[in-house]
């Protein structure tokens, strides 16, 4: 409370001498540790942390889970191998114990022991994954919306992600997929606020031409499934051609762009819609 509180190294030596059984001790002590070398630049700080971690790991039962993973255990050792420069090490731990999420810590690993290709690489994947994350948890968040009814809302977080996926896309074609769900959204939600959108149909266009090569999956419910019907219709497809013939289905015959969703099928996938 005064803040002058201080702890020394035999301190935290004499206290896990006392108590070698505790592992909170040895879990605080090792993050104590792990700070104060970033504080100091001592050598002696990062052995000792690394000692401690390691004891910690033994004494790990899944009670300890509401306190620290034992992935993050292991994340810790991994990143004091990296702090002491020992980049093989490092890798080599993070990949035998299946850190997860350690891409980065890999990927400085890497880029450590000059291996820019495999560095630049794994940064890649990095950046491809949380783009896909961040959707992934865009996506969850509008079918709650969506539940509730907000249709508003929802329709205001389509847009952000098709934004948000227009700035990063560039030439991807993995980005351009993960369009895909969200112009499909954004279509259908328009629907419902009597909305006609001449960029929707633009978009719904433009996204299937370049993804008829490239399927992906799918797990939107139709709008219908939200709204109560009693025979809920569920898309789950990697058919872009299945995805369009679902978004027609659900349009009204006297919704303006109708006849021109009819025509954009046609010339893309070459048929009626007889079905």
Known sequence: RNNNFTISINDIKTWCTKYPNNFELYLSSSEYLYVAYINNNNGEYLDLALSYINKAINQYIPEY???????????????????????????????????????????????????????????????????????????????????????????????????????????????????????????????????????????????????????????????KYYFGTTDPVVLIDSNIENIFKEIIKQTSKDDIHYQTLIDIYNEIFEGGRNE
């Open 65 to 223: 889970s509401e306190i620290i993973s034992l992935n993050d255990l292991h994340s810790g050792v991994a990143e004091i191998y990296l702090m002491q420069e020992k980049y093989d090490l490092a890798k080599e731990y993070a990949e035998s114990n299946n850190v997860y999420g350690s891409e980065v810590l890999l990927a400085k690993c890497d880029l450590a022991l000059k291996k820019y290709d495999d560095a630049l690489k794994r940064s890649s994947d990095i950046y491809l994954k949380s783009v896909s994350d961040i959707m992934n948890i865009s996506i969850i968040q509008i079918m709650v919306l969506l539940k509730k009814k907000k249709i508003q809302e929802s329709y205001d977080l389509i847009n952000w992600s098709i934004q948000f996926i227009k700035s990063v896309m560039k030439d991807n074609d993995l980005f351009k997929n993960l369009l895909c769900p969200f112009i499909y959204l954004k279509s259908t939600s328009e629907r419902l606020l009597d909305i006609s959108s001449e960029e929707s149909i633009k978009l719904l266009k433009e996204i299937s031409l370049t993804s008829l090569n490239n399927p992906f999956i799918s797990e939107t419910k139709s709008l």
